[in-house]
């Protein structure tokens, strides 16, 4: 009975170690468990701050892109009223280019007695004052007899052929053209040297 007494208590002692192994490993577990659910929550703790931070930096960038797109039409606006200011009187000066015309062509024609002579002379202060009145809103000629053509202040419709003049050379101005600051309310109808 010994021996079964003994393998008895060597069973017992065994199983006992088992028992501690499991009781052991359980604790284990439960530490390791513990810290996954720490680690769980400072996971969770920091999403939300990272969350925040990444819709703050997504509202920023929104900011930026509306306050550019403000000052583009704050620009574009100022420059829209720069140009109405400087080009104001373009419709009224370019239904006075006609005046102008008929103006010039009075002024060209002979004055053989002294009241035609006296009728030119009034009509030429009148001229010279409508003159000076448009030249005050930036009104001026486009230069044309004798400079070189320009497509984008010339027109021109008719060539001829001045071996004298060099080629491409504006020969005769046949109706004047005007422009308003930079921008040319009717260009020049000229006769070019081919």
Same mark, same amino acid.
């Given at each position: 009975m010994t021996d079964e007494k003994k393998e008895n208590q060597e069973q017992a002692i065994e199983e006992t170690e088992a028992v501690e %192994? /499991? /009781?052991?490993?359980?604790?284990?577990?439960?530490?390791?468990?513990?810290?996954?659910?720490?680690?769980?929550? %400072? /996971?969770?703790? /920091?999403?939300?701050?990272?969350? *925040?931070?990444a819709k703050l930096a997504t509202e920023e960038e929104r900011?930026? &892109? @509306? &306050?550019? $797109?403000?000052?583009? *039409?704050?620009?574009?606006?100022? *420059?829209? &009223?720069?140009?109405?200011?400087?080009?104001?009187?373009?419709?009224? @000066?370019? $239904? @006075?280019l006609s005046v102008l015309d008929n103006f010039e062509r009075a002024l060209s024609v002979e004055a053989t007695t002294e009241e035609a002579q006296n009728m030119k002379k009034g009509i030429d202060m009148v001229y010279r004052a409508l003159v000076e009145a448009t030249e005050k809103e930036g009104l001026t000629i486009i230069a044309t007899?004798?400079?070189p053509f320009d497509p984008n202040v010339h027109q021109a419709v008719m060539q001829e052929s001045d071996p004298e003049q060099q080629s491409g050379i504006v020969l005769q101005e046949l109706q004047r053209g005007y422009q308003l600051k930079d921008r040319v309310l009717r260009p020049a109808m000229v006769k070019v040297n081919e």
């Open positions: %192994e /499991v /009781v052991e490993t359980t604790e284990e577990a439960e530490v390791v468990t513990e810290a996954i659910e720490e680690a769980a929550e %400072e /996971v969770t703790a /920091v999403d939300p701050i990272e969350e *925040l931070e900011y930026l &892109r @509306l &306050r550019a $797109d403000f000052d583009n *039409l704050k620009r574009r606006s100022q *420059l829209d &009223r720069e140009a109405q200011a400087k080009y104001r009187a373009q419709s009224l @000066l370019t $239904d @006075l007899e004798g400079a």
